[in-house]
């Protein structure tokens, strides 16, 4: 990756310009100039790599997820074959408890939940089911993320884990969210109190972006940061391919309207103690303007002697992090999409990842989309 910054006046040297180097943009400009041999310039408009999944030390030392908690995990060993390539692995350690009644509950809700809430320690899976069967609303077919789960756990449940949470995640009530934004989180009927239940759930070594940096330490890969696309649109000629991961309304300038977004803010708090939480994650469903402290340090593994706990607000103002999930904000999203087959129909641009596609994906998901775009390229472009 050469070190000098790139001149933006001569762009045709490069076959390609990624913009954005998230995930998306790292895992494609490492494919193209690895495996097409191509001179790609790699730009984003922040000042690192990594997109949201970037990680850096603290002022205290302290290794954070500077937007939020990253769980890697996958059920596709050939990614995770791919991204060993680029990093050695610790076992992840995610675990997260949900704050109510002033006791701390294992969340998702599995056995031991269900033992703890109804003070019944001795419920086995068959009676655990039989209980909840009393308490569970005869909804068929849930139309919205409330009747979704009050027709898993009830009224109660509902109330003390889910209700204010989502209100506060979304400002925005359940009954008013597709059913899957509750939908996603798992209820067991057994022990395994892990927060996901992904074959292969681990954590880069030394983390993101170290993983990120090494995939594009390659000499065909310049990349310019704090290079906003907008700033150089007009220098890219018709036959540079283009693969764009920023927002998708931003590169239509606004045609249509603004795609909606929720956003968070943190507020990362150092503590000269080696740990304060007994797992990753804490919810906070009723209690505080936050919604969850993570210590990521359970995750990291980092041996130190302070910790640091962040604490999520979330706001309607601020960076584009969650697409909020409502049909209205899918039907403005299909206009861009349109636009978007129109423009590539056109010329080689490929829109691909979360602002690209205003759609919530995890990492794995989104990087086994931009291996799924590199084929399509490889069969256009490559010989
Ligand atoms: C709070 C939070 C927690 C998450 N937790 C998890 C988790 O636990 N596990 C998991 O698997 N996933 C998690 N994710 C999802 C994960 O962050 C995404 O899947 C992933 O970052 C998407 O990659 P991307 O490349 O599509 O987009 P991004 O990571 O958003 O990268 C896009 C990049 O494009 C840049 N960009 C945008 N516009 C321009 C422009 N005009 N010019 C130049 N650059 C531009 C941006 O600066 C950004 O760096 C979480 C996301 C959030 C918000």
Redesign the pocket.
């Known amino acids: 990756m050469p070190e000098n910054a790139p001149d933006l006046h001569s762009l045709a040297a490069y076959q390609a310009v990624v913009?954005?180097?998230?995930?998306?943009?790292?895992i494609l400009a490492e494919r193209l100039a690895s495996e097409l041999n191509w001179k790609v310039l790699l730009?984003?408009?922040?000042s690192h790599?990594?997109?949201?999944?970037?990680d850096k030390l603290h002022e205290s030392g302290v290794l954070i997820h500077r937007?939020?908690?990253?769980?890697?995990?996958t059920n596709n060993p050939a990614l995770l074959d791919y991204l060993s390539r680029f990093t050695d692995w610790i076992e992840g350690n995610y675990f997260v408890k949900s704050a109510a009644r002033n006791e701390l509950f294992p969340f998702p809700i599995n056995l031991n939940t269900l033992r703890q809430f109804f003070r019944m320690p001795d419920l086995d899976a068959e009676s655990a089911n039989a209980l909840l069967q009393e308490r569970r609303e005869p909804i068929e077919d849930p139309q919205n993320s409330e009747e979704f789960v009050l027709s898993r756990v009830g009224q109660e449940m509902y109330e003390t884990f889910y209700l204010n949470y989502t209100l506060k995640q979304w400002g925005i009530h359940p009954r008013d969210l597709a059913p899957s934004v509750c939908g996603r989180i798992p209820i067991r009927f057994n022990e395994d109190e892990r927060y996901v239940d992904h074959q292969f759930q681990k954590t880069p070594a030394e983390g993101f972006t170290a993983m990120f940096r090494k995939m594009i330490n390659h000499p065909n890969i310049t990349l310019a940061l704090e290079?906003?696309?907008?700033s150089l649109k007009e220098l890219l000629t018709p036959d540079q391919l283009l693969i764009y991961?920023?927002?998708i309304d931003?590169y239509f300038d606004y045609s249509n309207g603004r795609l909606p977004w929720r956003s968070?803010k943190f507020e990362f708090k150092a503590v000269p103690e080696a740990y304060v939480q007994p797992c990753v994650q804490i919810n906070y469903p009723n209690e505080h303007d936050y919604t969850r402290t993570v210590e990521i340090k359970h995750v990291t593994g980092q041996q130190h002697p302070h910790t640091v706990i962040s604490y999520?607000y979330p706001t309607a103002e601020g960076d584009?992090?969650?697409p909020i999930p409502m049909p209205e904000n899918a039907a403005l999203y299909e206009t861009y999409a349109q636009l978007a087959a129109e423009e590539s129909a056109r010329k080689p641009v490929y829109f691909?990842?979360?602002?690209?596609e205003y759609r919530?994906?995890?990492?794995?998901?989104?990087m086994e989309r931009?291996l799924a775009t590199f084929q399509t390229l490889q069969q256009r472009f490559g010989h």
């Open positions: 913009v954005g180097a998230g995930p998306v943009g790292c730009l984003d408009k922040r790599i990594g997109g949201n999944c970037y937007y939020g908690p990253h769980y890697f995990r290079t906003d696309y907008r991961t920023g927002p931003e968070l999520e584009p992090y969650y691909c990842g979360r602002l690209a919530y994906f995890n990492m794995d998901e989104v931009a």
